[in-house]
């Protein structure tokens, strides 16, 4: 596709529930992140792959997050056990690589509201 | 600890008005300086990047400055218009990983 695609682009679910939020990347590009935005407030990082590997996953909250990207194209991330406060905006960005000016091109996010 | 901090928070300037929106950052160690517009429910669009070396950079009526020094960037908008309006963030990239500003919300009204 021509630019980074995110499904679904709403979310709801209840308390407790499992989620899996995707992105297509642009073709080509090794480097996909993953940022939660709450409403008000900048992207805040979570997760950073380049190719296949979590090259820096320092930002995920705790343990019920997790991510993968297993060619090194689609990634998901994944909440289990969703908890009210995880409700935000998630947002998927790829970039042709890690290089210092690499652009960074985002997606439309998916908006996950838990009940 | 690594922040960005914005200001003003947001803004209303009349259509043609230019503008600037400050940023100060304490990320370190620095690898690029990054401005992005994002409409609202969209995701963010890059306008210009910066590393150390540069201290200005243009794209169309946006211009960007970085003084390394103080730890300082500005975003100057010129002759704004309506589609301007929109939330500007800042962010300081660093081996890989960003901070982000929580933004400036711009609004430009006819």
């Known amino acids: 596709g021509a630019g980074v695609s995110q499904t679904p682009s709403n979310k709801v679910t209840e308390k407790g529930k499992y989620v899996e939020l995707r992105c297509d990347p642009i073709?080509?590009?090794?480097?996909l992140y993953w940022y939660r935005q709450s409403l008000g407030q900048g992207p805040e990082f979570l997760i950073y792959?380049?190719?296949?590997?979590?090259?820096?996953d320092s930002g995920l909250p705790n343990d019920r997050f997790f991510a993968v990207r297993p060619e090194g194209s689609v990634s998901t991330l994944k909440i289990q056990r969703t908890e009210r406060g995880d409700s935000a905006v998630y947002l998927c960005?790829?970039?042709?690589?890690?290089?210092?000016?690499?652009?960074?091109?985002f997606g439309p996010g998916t908006r996950l509201t838990v009940l | 600890k690594n922040q960005v901090e914005q200001s003003p928070q947001s803004l209303i300037i009349l259509e043609g008005k230019n503008c600037t929106l400050q940023c100060n950052y304490t990320v370190s160690p620095f690898s690029n300086l990054r401005w992005y517009k994002q409409d609202t429910g969209r995701g963010p669009v890059s306008l210009t990047i910066m590393t150390f070396s540069e201290n200005t950079k243009s794209n169309g009526r946006y211009t960007a400055t970085l003084d390394a020094d103080t730890k300082q960037s500005s975003l100057h908008i010129t002759a704004s218009q309506l589609s301007d309006s929109a939330s500007y963030i800042c962010?300081?990239?660093?081996?890989?990983?960003?901070?982000f500003g929580d933004g400036t919300t711009l609004t430009v009204k006819p």
């Open positions: 792959f380049q190719g296949t590997g979590a090259a820096d």
């Open positions: 960005a790829s970039s042709l690589d890690r290089g210092s000016t690499d652009t960074q091109y």
């Open positions: 962010v300081v990239g660093n081996a890989g990983k960003s901070t």
């Open positions: 073709s080509g590009h090794t480097a």
